[in-house]
């Protein structure tokens, strides 16, 4: 059963990130808005649609993603360049539904990293 994200958690960061991806046939840039956590200098979402997520496919193509944090679309914020990977580190899997859990009350699917570029 999902749980009531912590009044600290829905508090202290922005609710969402936003990422572009490159179209793994289109090759056109997509962007989506998606509930993220950050986790040991990373940043970690999920997929509820696992590998189907058209977001997933493109990463799996073309792992550079650009990035950023904030809590409208419409913010003028700076993009940062990053990568995306699959996770399957059943601990850090763990960790980051944990997380997911208590900033947002929900953490199923299949979680993603964005790391950023150094």
Same mark, same amino acid.
């Given at each position: 059963m999902p749980r009531t994200p912590s009044k600290e958690a829905r508090m202290t960061e922005p609710k969402f990130l936003y990422l572009i991806t490159t179209g793994?046939?289109?090759?056109?840039?997509?962007?989506?808005?998606?509930?993220?956590?950050? =986790?040991?200098? #990373?940043?970690?979402?999920?997929s509820e649609k696992r590998e189907a997520a =058209?977001?997933? #496919?493109?990463?799996?193509?073309d792992a550079a993603i650009r990035y950023r944090l904030g809590d409208t679309m419409s913010e003028d914020a700076r993009w940062l360049a990053g990568s995306g990977s699959v996770s399957t580190d059943d601990?850090?899997?763990a960790a980051v539904k944990a997380k997911m859990d208590a900033k947002h009350g929900w953490s199923k699917g299949l979680v993603v990293e964005i790391a950023p570029l150094a």
């Amino acid at each position: 059963m999902p749980r009531t994200p912590s009044k600290e958690a829905r508090m202290t960061e922005p609710k969402f990130l936003y990422l572009i991806t490159t179209g793994h046939r289109s090759g056109k840039p997509h962007e989506i808005e998606i509930w993220f956590v950050e =986790h040991q200098g #990373r940043y970690y979402i999920i997929s509820e649609k696992r590998e189907a997520a =058209h977001w997933v #496919r493109n990463i799996r193509a073309d792992a550079a993603i650009r990035y950023r944090l904030g809590d409208t679309m419409s913010e003028d914020a700076r993009w940062l360049a990053g990568s995306g990977s699959v996770s399957t580190d059943d601990d850090l899997i763990a960790a980051v539904k944990a997380k997911m859990d208590a900033k947002h009350g929900w953490s199923k699917g299949l979680v993603v990293e964005i790391a950023p570029l150094a």
